[in-house]
């Protein structure tokens, strides 16, 4: 049996469809292993300005299908001075928390992994959008913020289709393409443009285009995520160079919000049950993750060290799937 009695439960960085339902996981499998569970609000601000009160199985009522994070979160540079760790490390002693499970991205690991120094045992489940966590294949919101674009997608594709258009979207992933790759090969992109590969417009964008309609395509649908940006100056250029009427699209933060799909509900809860069943086996310093799509974890460390790498097998698919 573990010595961890009282656990804590933040959520940090950018929202995620799915995080109420990690949330509530989390707050119901500690209670059902007879642990007190704290709600820590706005990340890591919360902690470290004491903004935490116990949670009951209530607490938790009708939110799995609610988008956002009844926690909310933060960006807290306060906490990324070695003084506000250590303030919130004491706020966390002063509250009787002996561990905390982070909802959040890499950023918000790097954080956890400063509050085990100060003696705070954390665990870690992946919750952006992006899906860009080295150590998961899976991220939550991921599912939900890929279906949001691809019903985009489909009624912007109706209207490029009835007027004979370009339509350049811009999707989120201001460092990361999984959201812009994976909705190309769904919606069925001419051109994807990521942070990850090198932008050339020439050869990236009008050639696909000018290739298609040689190839008897009438319009065009163009992927561009948020890293490459330049969505607008992109649909300017491709009208000019290519004479095909182009609009733009900036989708925004209506990828971030939204009830949670099936997936990212069933798989928040599953790694929600999973933080608190390592902590009640008294195992801290762990991030939940999917590998091999099966349920893991890996020491914080060696988490935060891994890589993740953009598949070119998809990048060479699209392209022949639009041709
Ligand atoms: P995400 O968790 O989605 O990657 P951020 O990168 O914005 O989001 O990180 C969320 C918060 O985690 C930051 O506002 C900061 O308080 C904390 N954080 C981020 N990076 C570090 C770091 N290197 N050291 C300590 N805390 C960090
Ligand atoms: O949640 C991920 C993400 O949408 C990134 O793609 C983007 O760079 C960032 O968050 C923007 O977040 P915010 O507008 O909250 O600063």
């Given at each position: 049996?573990?010595?961890?009695?009282?656990?804590?439960?933040?959520?940090?960085?950018?929202?995620?469809?799915?995080?109420?339902?990690?949330?509530?996981?989390?707050?119901?499998?500690?209670?059902?292993?007879?642990?007190?569970?704290?709600?820590?609000?706005?990340g890591y601000n919360g902690l470290i300005h004491g903004d935490i009160t116990e949670m009951t199985a209530r607490s938790v009522s009708d939110i799995i299908h609610r988008g956002g994070t009844i926690l909310q979160t933060a960006r807290s540079p306060e906490f990324l001075t070695a003084e506000g760790q250590k303030k919130a490390a004491d706020m966390a002693k002063v509250f009787g928390i002996d561990a905390i499970v982070v909802i959040g991205?890499?950023?918000?690991?790097?954080?956890?992994?400063?509050?085990?120094?100060q003696g705070i045992g954390v665990v870690g489940l992946p919750g952006t959008i992006d899906n860009d966590i080295a150590?998961?294949?899976?991220?939550?919101?991921?599912?939900?913020?890929?279906?949001?674009?691809?019903?985009?997608?489909d009624k912007i594709r109706d209207t490029a289709y009835s007027h004979e258009r370009c339509s350049v979207l811009e999707v989120m992933g201001r460092h990361a393409g999984y959201i812009a790759l994976n909705v190309g090969i769904a919606g069925?992109?001419?051109?994807?443009?990521?942070?990850?590969?090198?932008?050339d417009l020439n050869k990236n964008i009008i050639k696909p285009i000018i290739?298609?309609?040689?190839?008897?395509?009438?319009?065009?649908?163009?992927?561009?995520?948020?890293?490459v940006g330049g969505a607008i100056e992109i649909a300017k250029e491709i009208e000019e160079r290519t004479g095909v009427e182009a609009r733009a699209t900036i989708?925004?933060?209506?990828?971030?919000?939204?009830?949670?799909?099936v997936y990212?509900?069933?798989?928040?809860?599953?790694?929600?049950?999973?933080a608190v069943e390592l902590l009640k086996d008294g195992l801290v310093n762990r991030i939940v993750a999917l590998k091999d799509n099966k349920l893991t974890d890996f020491e914080i460390n060696e988490a935060l060290e891994m890589k993740k790498s953009i598949d070119q097998g998809i990048i060479e698919l699209g392209k022949i799937l639009s041709l």
């Open positions: 049996m573990s010595d961890i009695k009282t656990i804590g439960v933040l959520t940090s960085g950018g929202d995620a469809p799915g995080m109420n339902a990690a949330i509530r996981a989390v707050v119901r499998t500690g209670i059902y292993y007879g642990m007190k569970v704290m709600g820590i609000r706005k991205g890499d950023g918000s690991y790097r954080g956890a992994r400063d509050l085990t120094k150590c998961t294949e899976y991220t939550i919101g991921y599912d939900t913020a890929l279906n949001t674009v691809q019903d985009a997608i069925g992109a001419e051109a994807v443009v990521l942070p990850e590969m090198e932008f290739e298609g309609r040689n190839r008897g395509k009438k319009h065009y649908v163009v992927i561009v995520a948020e890293g989708l925004g933060h209506i990828q971030r919000g939204g009830s949670p799909t990212d509900r069933v798989m928040a809860s599953l790694m929600g049950a999973k």
